[in-house]
């Protein structure tokens, strides 16, 4: 790249007569001129059309052509890259053109789809203006130096140069006129009718020297200069002249053919510049992917295939959207619906990743990279302000109805590196005949076990490829020796604590608890291994004697609150098919025990979760509380002083979203060790500070569930569905979980619930499907080896089953040399998830606003980054820059740090609903944060569009943009951001319509359900939670309904 300072127009003037010696000279240097631009030009070189006004030989007043030059670098005009049809007309005093000036009509040079409103690009470069007289040239200077800063020494020698040339004209105009010969047609005119066009020159030291302007084909004989330079071709991306497109165009039309990187007489082609018309241009391959470059570049370097393109990262850069976010002096409004909305047919665009690099990568669902690549230095990812890491869910594919490959325990046992432990995968290559093998990772050579030899073919590759799923498949799961284990695999557990205050009776918590519980105990997996138990407290605790051979349950109470202890040291957790009649008669019974007695709101939940622990303590399992108010007895008691609003905007604010008493992080730390999970179910009314329960949850690797001010009949679905859900999904149980890279890089953080054992292990007392954890990678060494990368995942856990078993996913990653190419192989829906957990954390140890404006620093360093990756004329002032693979990501920040975790401050969010929202966050999956920070807008006015079906299946109905300008008043509808829905309707909505929604729901609230169509999809597990949203919300008419990420099939 480089940089030319902005010179200003020369214009021909009248000249005086020449002698005879001078006319020869002239004529003898421009046939030299001619020979060597005939010479220089490339065969495709672009012919420019004579200047309006220049005829050869013409002896009359003279035309005057004017050339605006060199406006390439320097400030430039703040006019927006404006998307109006006006856009190709400069105003007067632009820097691009003079006053009355057209600006060069130019088209968009992208691969995606022109924005709306954008004129059609057009081919033909219109003519330049003419000017009037040749006196205006000081006014038309002045003009176009007037647009710029002080010029500086080089623009001061310029412009006295230019000042010289005026005066020589002047002198000559002053001069007798003396009577010159014809001139043939197609000749430069004499001196006095020449243009003087304007042309940057490089002096002696190549392209970086300075550049002045200098006349092609003269010199004046009075004042001899440098050897004669004939003038460069034209750079690709400029107009002839040197005159680079002004702001608010882009340039496609037809182009000479592409120029040699440095040539004589010219420059290497800006970034954002191309050869060729743009309907020529050959699709760009993909980052690090086999691709053939465009016409006319080098071919491959020696020993290098034929699929390199040494130009790849230059096209990447090439591929980039605008779109105007200022107003300029002639930038027209924008129209809201021409910003990019992640909704209808771009939402499943906006939602979907990077295609793999290898056919055998794991699934994106397990493992979904924000660069489908890596940076292949230090310096390279210090340019990169956006995460580098892998959003993980390594138990995806149960939720997506998956089968993993598993792999049997054979005499060979689990066949891994000796040195860095990476499990065998389709990446490894073998040697020596297939008797040993090279691990990717580490790059070790290994000793195949007897066992597992097998031939090679041709390729080198293994001929029992295919019958071995861990040589082909990028998931596998294998069957873990007993070398693996500490102890025998536990079974499932279940263990209850219900609050029984006087609160939870009044709220009906205690009945929708026990009815749920007691739907499904045949639902719980483990069959016959499945423990459970029950604890009950108030102002005291109550245990439940349910062993078998009773046919009652037996209560004993325990009133010290401040050392707990047992009462039974067995009979505490039973089986369940054993003891089931005794549990359905404890379940049964439950909702009418304390309903009378209870008359005191204290609740001693500290002391409750203490003896919880000494049942669980020597198995371990899941724990499941119920609160309904705040805790006030025993250990862990919590203060309702801590809901300070004052505090926000100090320094003290982060102290509101942490713990203060120490009790929950050792007790979470006790619990993590001895494989126990904490799950929270909380429906108080008024704060409970969650802030501080919810690390329990969190270094477990548990869920919280909010439900402000429950109230039965209101809550209770809502509740009932999401502890059915939390029951009855598959479970890993006392799990473990690494994650291992190339050599070069290294884990450097996870974001998640998690206890972390080492630097690369994390504690699991138990995962399922709805788990997310995020990682970002490092850089360990300054430079990456190796043209590929590989991350790899490895999750060791005790199935319902008792099996215990090694989950794996593997992927590969190219090595990106470029900047270009690491913005166009991004993920900006992973990108978005990531930076939302790293917002998440940054509130726990800074105010709310230092972690929105974190978020949005790094989008805008991003944005900046890539935006200096184009010429001066793209990077027009007030125009947004971005590619097109982040192309949403600005609007689904801007949605984040307005949702409930970093939204504002106390007084719009309550303080337990921010805390619940948040540790959402921390685990929700991709589409889940997408969906909180851009809601689903639905229509509800059209009921044949909601209840479409398509080969007996129901058909989702598309979305809506989430702006108030897609939402028309006679219309309702349904706004769904994972969390809550809410019916929004328009002031001349339809009364007809209301009014038998109204009936609709008052019939439900009855004995019989709604008469609205239910409907039973046999599709996909998405589209049956986007169905039951909808339908749910159609019940309930006007009613707000509240759900969280983890509420499944309500219907």
Same mark, same amino acid.
């Given at each position: 790249?480089?940089?030319?300072?902005?010179?200003?127009?020369?214009?021909?003037?009248?000249?005086?007569?020449?002698?005879?010696?001078?006319?020869?000279?002239?004529?003898?240097?421009?046939?030299?001129?001619?020979?060597?631009?005939?010479?220089?030009?490339?065969?495709?070189?672009?012919? =420019?059309?004579?200047?309006?006004?220049?005829?050869?030989?013409?002896?009359?007043?003279?035309?005057?052509?004017?050339?605006?030059?060199?406006?390439?670098?320097?400030?430039?005009?703040?006019?927006?890259?404006?998307?109006?049809?006006?856009?190709?007309?400069?105003?007067?005093?632009?820097?691009?053109?003079?006053?009355?000036?057209?600006?060069?009509?130019?088209?968009?040079?992208?691969?995606?789809?022109?924005?709306?409103?954008?004129?059609?690009?057009?081919?033909?470069?219109?003519?330049?203006?003419?000017?009037?007289?040749?006196?205006?040239?000081?006014? =038309?200077?002045?003009?176009?130096?007037?647009?710029?800063?002080?010029?500086?020494?080089?623009?001061?020698?310029?412009?006295?140069?230019?000042?010289?040339?005026?005066?020589?004209?002047?002198?000559?105009?002053?001069?007798?006129?003396?009577?010159?010969?014809?001139?043939?047609?197609?000749?430069?005119?004499?001196?006095?009718?020449?243009?003087?066009?304007?042309?940057?020159?490089?002096?002696?030291?190549?392209?970086?020297?300075?550049?002045?302007?200098?006349?092609?084909?003269?010199?004046?004989?009075?004042?001899?200069?440098?050897?004669?330079?004939?003038?460069?071709?034209?750079?690709?991306?400029?107009?002839?002249?040197?005159?680079?497109?002004?702001?608010?165009?882009?340039?496609?039309?037809?182009?000479?053919?592409?120029?040699?990187?440095?040539?004589?007489?010219?420059?290497?082609?800006?970034?954002?510049?191309?050869?060729?018309?743009?309907?020529?241009?050959?699709?760009?391959?993909?980052?690090?992917?086999?691709?053939?470059?465009?016409?006319?570049?080098?071919?491959?370097?020696?020993?290098?295939?034929?699929?390199?393109?040494?130009?790849?990262?230059?096209?990447?850069?090439?591929?980039?959207?605008?779109?105007?976010?200022?107003?300029?002096?002639?930038?027209?409004?924008?129209?809201?619906?021409?910003?990019?909305?992640?909704?209808?047919?771009?939402?499943?665009?906006?939602?979907?990743?990077?295609?793999?690099?290898?056919?055998?990568?794991?699934?994106?669902?397990?493992?979904?990279?924000? $660069?489908?690549?890596?940076?292949?230095?230090?310096?390279?990812? #210090?340019?990169?302000?956006?995460?580098?890491?892998?959003?993980?869910?390594?138990?995806?594919?149960?939720? %997506?109805?998956?089968?993993?490959?598993?792999?049997?325990?054979?005499?060979?046992?689990?066949?891994?590196?000796?040195?860095?432990?990476?499990?065998?995968?389709?990446?490894?290559?073998?040697?020596?005949?297939?008797?040993?093998?090279?691990?990717?990772?580490?790059?070790?050579?290994?000793?195949?076990?007897?066992?597992?030899?097998?031939?090679?073919?041709?390729?080198?590759?293994?001929?029992? $490829?295919?019958?071995?799923?861990?040589?082909?498949?990028?998931?596998?799961?294998?069957?873990?020796?007993?070398?693996?284990?500490?102890?025998?695999? #536990?079974?499932?557990?279940?263990?209850?604590?219900?609050?029984?205050?006087?609160?939870?009776?009044?709220?009906?918590?205690?009945?929708?608890?026990?009815?749920?519980?007691?739907?499904?105990?045949?639902?719980?997996?483990?069959?016959?291994?499945?423990?459970?138990?029950?604890?009950?407290?108030?102002?005291?605790?109550?245990?439940?004697?349910?062993?078998?051979?009773?046919?009652?349950?037996?209560?004993?109470?325990?009133?010290?609150?401040?050392?707990?202890?047992?009462?039974?040291?067995?009979?505490?957790?039973?089986?369940?098919?054993?003891?089931?009649?005794?549990?359905?008669?404890?379940?049964?019974?439950?909702?009418?025990?304390?309903?009378?007695?209870?008359?005191?709101?204290? %609740?001693?939940?500290?002391?409750?979760?203490?003896?919880?622990?000494?049942?669980?303590?020597?198995?371990?399992?899941?724990?499941?509380?119920?609160?309904?108010?705040?805790?006030?007895?025993?250990?862990?008691?919590?203060?309702?002083?801590?809901?300070?609003?004052?505090?926000?905007?100090?320094?003290?604010?982060?102290?509101?979203?942490?713990?203060?008493?120490?009790?929950?992080?050792?007790?979470?730390?006790?619990?993590?060790?001895?494989?126990?999970?904490?799950?929270?179910?909380?429906?108080?009314?008024?704060?409970?500070?969650?802030?501080?329960?919810?690390?329990?949850?969190?270094?477990?690797?548990?869920?919280?569930?909010?439900?402000?001010?429950?109230?039965?009949?209101?809550?209770?679905?809502?509740?009932?569905?999401?502890?059915?859900?939390?029951?009855?999904?598959?479970?890993?149980?006392?799990?473990?979980?690494?994650?291992?890279?190339?050599?070069?890089? *290294?884990?450097?953080?996870?974001?998640?619930?998690?206890?972390?054992?080492?630097?690369?292990?994390?504690?699991?007392?138990?995962?399922?499907?709805? *788990?997310?954890?995020?990682?970002?990678?490092?850089?360990?060494?300054?430079?990456?080896?190796?043209?590929?990368?590989?991350?790899?995942?490895?999750?060791?856990?005790?199935?319902?089953?008792?099996?215990?078993?090694?989950?794996?996913?593997?992927?590969?990653?190219?090595?990106?040399?470029?900047?270009?190419?690491?913005?166009?192989?991004?993920?900006?829906?992973?990108?978005?998830?990531?930076?939302?957990?790293?917002?998440?954390?940054?509130?726990?140890?800074?105010?709310?606003?230092?972690?929105?404006?974190?978020?949005?620093?790094?989008?805008?360093?991003?944005?900046?980054?890539?935006?200096?990756?184009?010429?001066?004329?793209?990077?027009?002032?007030?125009?947004?820059?971005?590619?097109?693979?982040?192309?949403?990501?600005?609007?689904?920040?801007?949605?984040?740090?307005?949702?409930?975790?970093?939204?504002?401050?106390?007084?719009?969010?309550?303080?337990?609903?921010?805390?619940?929202?948040?540790?959402?966050?921390?685990?929700?999956?991709?589409?889940?944060?997408?969906?909180?920070?851009?809601?689903?807008?639905?229509?509800?006015?059209?009921?044949?569009?909601?209840?479409?079906?398509?080969?007996?299946?129901?058909?989702?109905?598309?979305?809506?943009?989430?702006?108030?300008?897609?939402?028309?008043?006679?219309?309702?509808?349904?706004?769904?951001?994972?969390?809550?829905? !809410?019916?929004?309707?328009?002031?001349?909505?339809? !009364?007809?319509?209301?009014?038998?929604?109204?009936?609709?729901?008052?019939?439900?609230?009855?004995?019989?359900?709604?008469?609205?169509?239910?409907?039973?999809?046999?599709?996909?597990?998405?589209?049956?939670?986007?169905?039951?949203?909808?339908?749910?919300?159609?019940?309930?008419?006007?009613?707000?309904?509240?759900?969280?990420?983890?509420?499944?099939?309500?219907?």
């Amino acid at each position: 790249a480089f940089t030319a300072r902005p010179v200003a127009a020369a214009v021909q003037g009248g000249m005086g007569p020449m002698s005879g010696q001078q006319q020869q000279l002239q004529q003898h240097q421009m046939q030299h001129v001619q020979q060597q631009q005939h010479l220089q030009q490339p065969p495709t070189q672009h012919l =420019q059309q004579p200047m309006a006004g220049s005829t050869g030989g013409s002896l009359g007043p003279p035309s005057v052509g004017v050339r605006p030059v060199g406006l390439q670098g320097g400030p430039i005009s703040s006019t927006a890259l404006s998307t109006s049809a006006g856009a190709g007309t400069a105003g007067a005093g632009m820097p691009n053109g003079l006053p009355g000036a057209p600006r060069p009509a130019i088209g968009h040079h992208s691969t995606s789809q022109l924005q709306p409103g954008l004129p059609a690009a057009s081919t033909a470069q219109r003519p330049l203006q003419q000017h009037p007289h040749p006196q205006g040239f000081p006014q =038309q200077q002045n003009q176009v130096l007037q647009q710029y800063q002080q010029p500086g020494p080089m623009q001061q020698q310029q412009h006295l140069h230019l000042h010289q040339m005026h005066q020589q004209q002047q002198q000559h105009q002053a001069a007798p006129q003396a009577a010159q010969p014809p001139q043939r047609p197609g000749m430069a005119a004499p001196f006095s009718q020449a243009a003087v066009n304007g042309v940057l020159q490089p002096l002696q030291g190549g392209p970086s020297a300075h550049m002045r302007p200098t006349a092609p084909g003269f010199m004046p004989a009075s004042a001899p200069g440098p050897p004669m330079m004939p003038p460069r071709p034209p750079v690709p991306g400029l107009m002839p002249g040197g005159v680079a497109p002004g702001p608010g165009t882009v340039q496609a039309s037809a182009l000479p053919g592409p120029l040699a990187p440095m040539q004589p007489g010219g420059l290497p082609p800006p970034p954002g510049a191309f050869s060729g018309p743009a309907a020529a241009l050959p699709p760009l391959p993909g980052a690090g992917f086999p691709g053939t470059g465009p016409v006319g570049m080098p071919g491959p370097p020696p020993g290098v295939t034929a699929g390199y393109d040494a130009y790849a990262g230059q096209k990447l850069v090439e591929q980039f959207e605008a779109l105007t976010v200022s107003s300029g002096p002639s930038a027209m409004p924008t129209d809201a619906y021409a910003y990019p909305h992640p909704a209808g047919l771009e939402r499943a665009v906006a939602r979907s990743p990077q295609q793999p690099y290898h056919p055998g990568n794991c699934s994106s669902d397990n493992m979904r990279p924000t $660069v489908m690549g890596v940076p292949a230095s230090t310096a390279l990812r #210090m340019r990169w302000h956006l995460p580098l890491g892998v959003v993980v869910r390594p138990m995806a594919d149960e939720a %997506c109805g998956r089968t993993v490959p598993i792999i049997p325990l054979g005499s060979q046992g689990i066949v891994r590196c000796r040195r860095c432990r990476t499990y065998m995968n389709p990446f490894c290559s073998w040697v020596d005949g297939g008797r040993r093998f090279k691990c990717n990772v580490c790059g070790m050579m290994n000793e195949v076990p007897v066992e597992y030899f097998s031939t090679l073919d041709g390729s080198g590759g293994r001929r029992d $490829v295919l019958e071995r799923p861990e040589l082909s498949c990028g998931t596998v799961e294998w069957v873990a020796p007993q070398e693996y284990m500490v102890r025998p695999p #536990m079974p499932p557990v279940y263990f209850f604590c219900i609050d029984v205050s006087q609160a939870a009776y009044a709220c009906g918590l205690v009945e929708v608890v026990c009815n749920t519980i007691k739907a499904c105990l045949d639902k719980l997996p483990g069959d016959e291994r499945t423990l459970v138990g029950f604890l009950t407290y108030d102002s005291s605790l109550h245990f439940y004697n349910i062993k078998p051979t009773l046919s009652a349950p037996q209560v004993l109470v325990v009133g010290e609150v401040a050392d707990p202890f047992l009462p039974l040291p067995d009979d505490l957790l039973v089986n369940l098919k054993d003891s089931r009649p005794v549990i359905e008669a404890l379940l049964e019974a439950l909702p009418h025990s304390y309903s009378n007695t209870a008359t005191s709101n204290d %609740c001693a939940m500290g002391p409750a979760l203490q003896a919880a622990f000494l049942v669980l303590g020597h198995v371990g399992g899941k724990l499941l509380l119920f609160q309904a108010g705040l805790p006030s007895l025993g250990p862990g008691t919590l203060k309702p002083s801590r809901d300070n609003l004052n505090l926000y905007n100090t320094d003290k604010e982060p102290t509101l979203r942490v713990p203060e008493d120490p009790f929950f992080k050792s007790f979470a730390g006790e619990a993590s060790s001895r494989q126990i999970t904490l799950d929270i179910f909380l429906g108080t009314n008024g704060y409970a500070d969650l802030a501080s329960l919810s690390h329990i949850s969190k270094y477990t690797c548990g869920q919280v569930y909010h439900y402000p001010g429950f109230h039965a009949p209101r809550d209770g679905m809502k509740l009932s569905a999401e502890l059915q859900r939390n029951l009855t999904r598959p479970t890993a149980w006392e799990a473990v979980m690494r994650i291992r890279c190339s050599r070069g890089l *290294k884990i450097s953080s996870f974001h998640g619930h998690f206890f972390n054992r080492s630097t690369d292990l994390l504690a699991l007392p138990t995962c399922d499907p709805d *788990k997310v954890f995020g990682v970002q990678i490092s850089h360990e060494e300054t430079l990456v080896s190796g043209p590929v990368a590989y991350v790899q995942c490895a999750l060791l856990y005790t199935n319902s089953n008792g099996e215990r078993r090694i989950r794996v996913h593997t992927m590969m990653l190219p090595v990106l040399s470029e900047l270009s190419e690491l913005y166009r192989a991004c993920d900006g829906a992973a990108i978005a998830c990531l930076l939302a957990k790293l917002g998440v954390e940054k509130s726990h140890t800074a105010k709310l606003d230092d972690s929105r404006q974190a978020l949005l620093g790094k989008l805008s360093l991003s944005l900046k980054e890539y935006r200096l990756l184009h010429s001066a004329h793209v990077r027009t002032p007030g125009a947004l820059i971005y590619p097109s693979t982040l192309k949403y990501l600005p609007v689904y920040l801007l949605g984040l740090i307005k949702a409930t975790p970093l939204k504002s401050t106390g007084r719009d969010v309550p303080a337990d609903v921010r805390s619940a929202a948040a540790h959402a966050l921390m685990s929700a999956t991709v589409d889940d944060t997408l969906l909180l920070a851009y809601p689903d807008v639905y229509q509800l006015t059209n009921r044949d569009v909601l209840c479409s079906t398509k080969d007996n299946q129901a058909v989702v109905p598309d979305t809506l943009p989430a702006s108030l300008h897609a939402m028309q008043p006679q219309h309702v509808y349904l706004i769904d951001n994972g969390q809550m829905l !809410v019916l929004w309707i328009g002031h001349g909505a339809s !009364v007809q319509w209301l009014s038998q929604v109204s009936e609709h729901r008052h019939a439900g609230s009855n004995t019989a359900k709604a008469p609205v169509p239910c409907i039973r999809v046999h599709g996909s597990h998405t589209d049956l939670q986007h169905l039951t949203r909808l339908s749910c919300a159609v019940q309930s008419g006007w009613y707000t309904l509240q759900r969280t990420l983890g509420c499944r099939g309500v219907l």
